[in-house]
């Protein structure tokens, strides 16, 4: 059994794995760029760039769900650890307005902790959304308009906060993510910047949920953050990449022993009929939706680590004919 926090130091100094703390619409990234300096060990759980940083602070009570997820690119799949607390414990402010926090002595580096952190209020269960920011303009403008929704059409705070593109940070009970990049929109192109960047997604935040469907998240539990290890078969960039055996091999390791059971169940039994040479007609895929998507990706990264055969293909066929069963929803990161 991997033992958590050696596991996350481990990752912390690990350039491809990526990072990230939010909600279901309000999310920031941390990961790191080709150009930016190799990590180093650091005290603590933490790593931060002149783009942004991560740190963890608790891990009491934290329970990791490791998990894959279908691509709709039939040749892929992603994959991530979820790092959980139980809903109660999970609980942040909820702050439904912006609120001035104060100087953000929790800062990641030293010469942000005099800044002045405001919570966005965005109201989300396990994430306590805000900006920080030294400038004294921005600060008075923002105090001015405390206590009063971003969203109002007449509030002058939002437009104010795009144009200005402070620090971004994220506070969970576990720790936080800050990203000081700026903020995707019509300053980057319409693009968020490569590395660590944050979304706000208002259509996502009404949904009012605490992650996607497609995260296997256990009934009563909530992810703070998640964890992304290098991804076997997609680069940095999205980009299509060869397969990484070592990457692919140590997620495994990852998943066997924090896998939901149905999943884990649903990809042994896809490797047991292929090991057997049971006839795709003959096999019968399981009942429930997590035991069928890890029937998928097995049959997926079996194409993949082993090569094509035409066992394989006759299954593709039946099961999983140009991804038609991948999940329709994007999981997030």
């Known amino acids: 059994m991997p033992e958590l926090h050696e596991t996350l130091k481990a990752a ?3 350039a491809e794995t990526g990072w990230n703390m939010g909600s279901f619409g309000a999310i920031a990234e941390f990961h790191h760029v080709a150009s930016d300096l190799a990590p180093i060990a650091k005290e603590g759980l933490e790593q931060f760039t002149d783009r ?4 963890i602070e608790h891990l009491e009570g934290v329970r990791p769900v490791a998990y894959e997820t279908l691509s709709p690119k039939p040749h892929r799949w992603s994959q991530a650890v979820a790092l959980c607390l139980p809903e109660v414990e999970a609980a942040m402010s909820r702050r439904t307005v912006l609120t001035d ?3 953000d002595e929790g800062a990641i580096r030293e010469e942000d902790r005099a800044a002045h952190l405001f919570d ?3 109201a989300q269960p396990q994430v306590d959304f805000c900006i920080r920011t030294a400038d004294p303009d921005l600060i008075a403008l923002l105090q001015a308009e405390v206590g009063r929704s971003l969203f109002e059409q007449d509030n002058p705070a939002m437009g104010a906060i795009l144009k200005a593109h402070p620090h971004r940070v994220a506070l969970t009970r576990i720790g936080r993510v800050e990203v000081y990049q700026m903020i ?3 300053d980057t192109g319409g693009k968020s910047p490569e590395g660590p960047h944050t979304h706000v997604l208002p259509k996502l ?3 009012e949920r605490t992650h996607s469907a497609n995260t296997p998240i256990p009934e009563g539990w909530v992810p703070c953050g998640y964890m992304h290890p290098e991804n076997p078969v997609i680069g940095r960039l999205g980009e299509d990449k060869a397969l990484n055996r070592a990457a692919y091999d140590a997620f495994q390791t990852l998943l066997g022993a924090w896998g939901a059971e149905q999943y884990m169940e649903g990809k042994a039994a896809l490797t047991r009929c292929i090991e057997r040479s049971v006839p795709a007609e003959d096999a019968i895929e399981p009942g429930t939706r997590e ?3 890890g029937w998928r990706n097995a049959l997926r990264q079996m194409r993949v680590v ?3 055969n035409a066992l394989l293909e006759t299954y593709v066929a039946r099961f999983d004919r140009d991804g038609a069963f991948a999940d329709e929803e994007n999981p997030g990161h």
Not at 52 to 55: F, L
Request: net charge positive; hydrophobic share 30%.
């Open 306 to 308: 082993q090569g094509k």
């Open 205 to 207: 935040l009404r949904a």
């Open 12 to 14: 912390l100094q690990d």
């Open 184 to 186: 995707g929109g019509p």
């Open 291 to 293: 035991g069928r998507s």
């Open 52 to 55: 942004g940083g991560i740190r």
């Open 101 to 103: 926090l104060g100087p």
């Open 120 to 122: 966005m209020g965005l």
